[in-house]
């Protein structure tokens, strides 16, 4: 596949015995929204770290643009981490700072704009999001759960980056709120031209923002190609995921009571 944004091969990561990932091959094309899905301890979380540079591989290849990140200087490191925008599982917003501080955190504190020009595009960012100014002055404690996805949401897309990451971006939200949350990544990744890459269990959020998709089951991809196809794949796994089916080849671990 040619114009990839992302391009991940044989890529392995090990935590003692553990062997997490096995040999991931992924491709996220420019421009497209790719969604990683899978069980809980299939590996999900552990690729995104790895492709973000938070966790180092033990093996494997991951190229951003078609340069090559695993092993890279740290100087390197920081100037690809420039493309990145992420919206984190729990939100992980600072509750000692107010909303408009905690979307702009980024902007001050990683590239030095001043505390009054990032707080304008701050609440540019929330209004984005449909969340008015006075939202900017409260602190995330006076938050709806919805709202404070919302302000992350806000705090990914501040620096207009061109790869945003998503990690289980509707866990915990009711399913209203959720597809509100899935058309407002569909609308800022669309209006940055950025590149997503998520990882959820919700099939719902996978139909409402992915033009790609695949599956990890035990460290390695299974399935990969177009979202609208992933109900006819043809592949026992996948459809077993997607069913939600207890029976099928995929087995959880369950302990004896």
């Known amino acids: 596949m040619t114009d990839l944004k992302i391009k991940v091969r044989g890529l392995k990561k090990a935590f003692g015995p553990k062997q997490v990932l096995n040999g991931v091959d992924l491709d996220v094309p420019r421009g497209e929204s790719l969604v990683v899905i899978g069980g809980s301890g299939s590996g999900k979380s552990v690729l995104i770290k790895c492709i973000l540079g938070l966790v180092e591989p033990d093996a494997g290849s991951i190229e951003i643009d078609g340069e090559e990140t695993v092993g890279i200087p740290a100087a390197k490191r920081e100037e690809i981490m420039r493309k990145f925008g992420m919206l984190f599982q729990g939100s992980a917003l600072f509750d000692s700072l107010p909303v408009w501080e905690n979307v702009a955190f980024g902007l001050i504190a990683g590239r030095g704009i001043d505390r009054k020009a990032a707080k304008d595009v701050a609440l540019r960012k929330l209004a984005a999001v449909g969340l008015g100014a006075e939202v ?20 990914a897309i501040a620096a207009e980056p061109e790869i945003i990451f998503f990690d289980e971006p509707t866990t915990g939200l009711d399913p209203i709120m959720a597809q509100v949350i899935n058309e407002l990544i569909v609308k800022c990744v669309t209006s940055l031209g950025a590149t997503a890459l998520s990882i959820t269990h919700d099939m719902h959020s996978l139909r409402a923002i992915a033009d790609r998709a695949a599956m990890i089951y035990e460290g390695r991809i299974i399935w990969s190609g177009d979202a609208k196809d992933i109900d006819q794949c043809g592949n026992a796994f996948v459809d077993q995921f997607v069913q939600g089916r207890a029976e099928g080849p995929i087995r959880m671990p369950v302990r004896p009571l």
């Open 136 to 155: 900017g002055e409260l602190v995330p404690s006076e938050l709806s759960g919805g709202m404070q996805k919302r302000v992350a949401l806000a705090r």
